[in-house]
Nanobody, 126 residues
Framework: EVQLVESGGGLVQAGGSLRLSCAAS????????IGWYRQAPGKEREGVSI????????YYKESLMGRFTISKDNAKNTVYLQMNDLKPEDTAVYYC???????????????????WGKGTLVTVSS
């Protein structure tokens, strides 16, 4: 059974930090890029960051570069998203998803993932 399980969300004040984790199982981790996507209330889902499980190449939504950092631990089949200097506009449900490496995964398009987690809520208060 394919599973992507997110954790680490919560309530944080503006300027604070959170680290999200995504534990993957049930598929060949090295054949996928693992990405983070988010959906704010009333808005469409958007790509945040993604990393190739095979070679570690990572990509970001341009406006988030410098505040968010994605990393992976292949031994644990886990991907992390470190979020610093959080802003109220970062409030959203954050989803972890797996995109096949033979697709244009670096485009962070929400229609590309094969598998999705259930999401974790991040709330940033002003």
């Amino acid at each position: 059974e394919v599973q992507l399980v997110e954790s680490g969300g919560g309530l944080v004040q503006a300027g604070g930090s959170l680290r999200l984790s995504c534990a993957a199982s049930g598929f060949t981790f090295d054949d996928y890029a693992i990405g983070w996507y988010r959906q704010a209330p009333g808005k469409e889902r958007e790509g945040v960051s993604i990393i190739s499980s095979r070679d570690g190449h990572s990509y970001y939504k341009e406006s988030l570069m410098g505040r968010f950092t994605i990393s992976k631990d292949n031994a644990k089949n886990t991907v992390y998203l470190q979020m610093n200097d959080l802003k109220p506009e970062d409030t959203a449900v954050y989803y972890c998803a797996a995109v096949r490496l033979d697709l244009y995964y670096w485009l962070l398009l929400p229609n590309l993932p094969d598998y999705w987690g259930k999401g974790t809520l991040v709330t940033v208060s002003s």
